[in-house]
C-alpha cells in the first residue's frame, strides 16, 4: 500500500496522484497522520495517507490485462469479424447451434461479473444479426467503468468469446442499465462537435478508441456531412476514428 507524506495533506495527496498517474477521483485516499505544523518549526509533523486505485480502477486493469492476452492468442480475423457484414454465401451455423453458443456466453458473462465482484444476472435480447447481452446488477459503476471502459472491454472479450466457440457472423453487444441508450446520445453529440471543429480548424480530429459499433455511429452521423468524411484506424481494441475534410 503506497504511503506518501508531505508538510500538507494537500501536498501529499497531488504527490501520490502524480506518482500514480491518476486522477482524485479515481484513488481512495486513505490519512494516516494529519500532521502538525508545530511552532517555530518545533514539533512540526508531515502529513501521512495512503493512496490506492479504486475498484473500479483496478478492475479496468485486469480487464485491459485479460484483453491483451486474449489479443496475443487471437492474432488476425478479430477485426474483419466485428465490423463486417456476413456474406449471402457464407454458411450459416444452425439456430440450436447459435443458441448453445449464446448460453454458453452468457454463463462465461455472468462468471466474470463474479470474479469482478458485481454479480450480475445476464438476459439475452436478440435484434437480426445482434444479440444484446443485458447485465443487470447492484453493482453497475464496477461493471461499467469510467466512461464505459470496462463495459468496453467486456464486450470485446464476449465477442471474441462467441467467434472462438462458434463459427457464427453474431455481433455481441454487453449493456448494463440503460448505459448503451445514454451512451448513443453521447456518440451522437460528439459526432457533431467533432464535426464542427475540423470544419472550423481544418485539421483532423483523431476520436478515442471506442467499440466497432460506436465506430459504426459516428460513420452512420457523419456519412451524410459532404465537408467531413471519416475512417478508422489502429487495432482492436484500441481501434480510433478518425475525421477529417473532404480534399
Given at each position: 500500500?503506497?504511503?506518501?507524506e508531505?508538510?500538507?495533506?494537500d501536498e501529499?495527496?497531488?504527490?501520490?496522484?502524480?506518482?500514480?498517474g491518476?486522477?482524485?477521483e479515481?484513488?481512495?485516499?486513505?490519512?494516516?497522520?494529519?500532521?502538525?505544523?508545530?511552532f517555530?518549526?518545533?514539533?512540526k509533523?508531515?502529513?501521512?495517507l495512503s493512496?490506492?486505485?479504486?475498484?473500479?480502477e483496478?478492475v479496468?486493469?485486469?480487464?485491459?490485462?485479460?484483453?491483451e492476452q486474449?489479443?496475443?492468442?487471437t492474432?488476425?480475423?478479430?477485426?474483419v469479424?466485428?465490423?463486417?457484414?456476413?456474406?449471402?454465401?457464407?454458411?450459416?451455423?444452425?439456430?440450436?447451434?447459435?443458441?448453445a453458443?449464446?448460453?454458453?456466453?452468457?454463463?462465461?458473462?455472468?462468471?466474470?461479473s463474479?470474479?469482478l465482484?458485481?454479480?450480475a444476472?445476464?438476459?439475452?435480447?436478440?435484434?437480426?444479426?445482434?444479440?444484446?447481452?443485458?447485465?443487470e446488477?447492484e453493482k453497475?459503476?464496477i461493471?461499467?467503468g469510467?466512461?464505459?471502459k470496462?463495459?468496453?472491454?467486456?464486450?470485446?472479450l464476449?465477442?471474441?468469446?462467441?467467434?472462438?466457440v462458434?463459427?457464427?457472423?453474431?455481433?455481441?453487444?454487453?449493456?448494463?442499465?440503460n448505459?448503451?441508450?445514454?451512451?448513443?446520445e453521447?456518440?451522437?453529440?460528439l459526432?457533431?462537435?467533432?464535426?464542427e471543429?475540423?470544419?472550423?480548424?481544418?485539421?483532423?480530429a483523431?476520436?478515442?478508441?471506442?467499440?466497432?459499433?460506436?465506430?459504426?455511429?459516428?460513420?452512420?452521423?457523419l456519412?451524410?456531412?459532404?465537408?467531413?468524411?471519416?475512417?478508422?484506424?489502429g487495432?482492436e481494441?484500441?481501434?480510433y476514428?478518425?475525421?477529417?475534410?473532404?480534399?
Open positions: 500500500m503506497p504511503i506518501y508531505a508538510a500538507t495533506i501529499a495527496v497531488q504527490i501520490g496522484l502524480k506518482d500514480l491518476l486522477a482524485k479515481q484513488v481512495t485516499i486513505e490519512i494516516l497522520d494529519e500532521g502538525k505544523k508545530g517555530i518549526g518545533i514539533g509533523r508531515n502529513a501521512k493512496i490506492e486505485p479504486s475498484i473500479s483496478r479496468s486493469e485486469t480487464i485491459e490485462e485479460t484483453v486474449v489479443l496475443e492468442e492474432p488476425v480475423t478479430t477485426e469479424i466485428i465490423e463486417s457484414e456476413p456474406e449471402e454465401q457464407t454458411e450459416v451455423k444452425s439456430e440450436s447451434e447459435d443458441e453458443a449464446l448460453t454458453e456466453l452468457a454463463i462465461y458473462l455472468t462468471a466474470i463474479k470474479q465482484n458485481a454479480p444476472s445476464v438476459k439475452m435480447e436478440r435484434q437480426s444479426n445482434m444479440i444484446i447481452f443485458h447485465l446488477t453497475q459503476g461493471l461499467i469510467k466512461h464505459g470496462t463495459l468496453n472491454a467486456l464486450q470485446y464476449a465477442q471474441v468469446f462467441l467467434h472462438r462458434s463459427d457464427s457472423k453474431l455481433s455481441v453487444v454487453v449493456n448494463v442499465g448505459y448503451r441508450e445514454k451512451r448513443q453521447i456518440i451522437q453529440r459526432a457533431e462537435r467533432t464535426a471543429k475540423v470544419i472550423r480548424t481544418g485539421q483532423p483523431f476520436l478515442d478508441p471506442m467499440p466497432a459499433f460506436e465506430r459504426k455511429q459516428i460513420h452512420a452521423a456519412s451524410k456531412n459532404e465537408h467531413v468524411q471519416t475512417h478508422s484506424e487495432d481494441p484500441y481501434r476514428l478518425v475525421v477529417e475534410l473532404v480534399r
